[in-house]
């Protein structure tokens, strides 16, 4: 697909902005331990934030063939493999670090049928095993909702679907439907800097015709908590523990799992850091048992 060649363009984008803003003053801290989630750049900033997730499984709580075995709460089936191509951009407005305006875009490729996982990066096209292109917008606010409390923020996000069918031949891409994301973060640093608690609940209202989508009328929420320890003020080493529950609405489809996982952050220069993530999906209901392997870049500028 032509479109995939824009992902090394913005790479390489983001790799000439950090070294022109390389020779900025020396902060106490590094982004990593400055700027988590929780907590907003400032007016005239940018932050860009590019997210890889690929996730795997060949166990399930549903067989593949829909036939439910009494006793058999978990199935092996022909592996599947969903890669997500995030890139976040934001800009700080207005004083104090209260507001940040920005957009989200997303990019999938998808294949099943007991495919190898790594071949999500062929991006072969449309067919019986795969699918892959730009499947959602969302422009998305962050702010502080109280000005003392600068390490509590909210994002809200509303995710335009861009797929004209959410499954083709057997194949899923995206939900072809709006999402209303809004996600609470907090975080709290112990004294000495070297422990640093995050939490965040995720919740997402999904909306439009019934038939388009299996998430149109439901609520998703997904607490989770991660805690980090910096060895130095450039490198961290985290753990996690998140849950989603899919509350129905009038779809007639209910899920949840729980997932654990772990990882590290680096900061490269003092505009760039560099994050690995790994999490398993150790239990749930309606939903599949795999693992995610996840790369991300972010740079404030």
Not at 140 to 164: A, E, G, R, T, Y
Not at 242 to 259: C, E, M, P, Y
Not at 279 to 286: A, E, H, Q
């Amino acid at each position: 697909m032509k479109s995939i060649k824009i992902i090394p363009a913005i790479l390489a984008a983001l790799l000439i902005a950090v070294t022109t803003f390389a020779q900025d003053d020396e902060q106490e801290k590094s982004n990593i331990q400055q700027y988590t989630p929780s907590k907003l750049i400032g007016k005239g900033q940018v932050d860009l934030k590019w997210f890889n997730n690929l996730y795997t499984q060949t166990k399930s709580t549903f067989p593949a063939d829909g036939i439910v075995i009494p006793g058999k709460d978990t199935y092996t089936v022909p592996r599947e493999t969903f890669f997500t191509s995030t890139l976040e951009v934001y800009t700080g407005v207005g004083e104090n670090k209260r507001w940040n305006i920005g957009a989200i875009f997303e990019f999938r490729s998808n294949v099943v049928g007991g495919r190898d996982a790594l071949d999500v990066f062929k991006f072969d096209g449309e067919g019986n095993t795969a699918r892959s292109g730009f499947t959602s917008i969302a422009p998305s606010v962050k702010f502080v909702p109280f000005k003392s409390v600068s390490n509590f923020s909210i994002q809200s996000s509303l995710f335009i679907p861009l797929v004209d069918n959410e499954e083709e031949n057997g194949v899923f891409l995206d939900q072809k439907g709006f999402t209303w994301q809004n996600r609470l973060f907090y975080d709290y640093t112990f004294p000495g800097d070297k422990w640093q608690i995050f939490t965040e609940l995720n919740g997402e209202l999904h909306f439009g015709d019934k038939q388009d989508s299996f998430a149109n009328n439901s609520l998703s929420l997904t607490p989770g908590v991660f805690l980090s320890f910096f060895p130095t003020s450039k490198f961290t080493v985290l753990g996690l523990v998140q849950h989603s529950q899919r509350i129905d609405l009038g779809n007639n489809f209910a899920q949840d799992f729980t997932a654990v996982g772990g990882g590290a952050k680096y900061q490269l220069t003092k505009a760039l850091n560099v994050e690995v993530l790994y999490t398993n999906f150790v239990r749930g209901n309606d939903t599949g048992l795999g693992q995610t392997y996840n790369l991300g870049l972010r740079a404030i500028l």
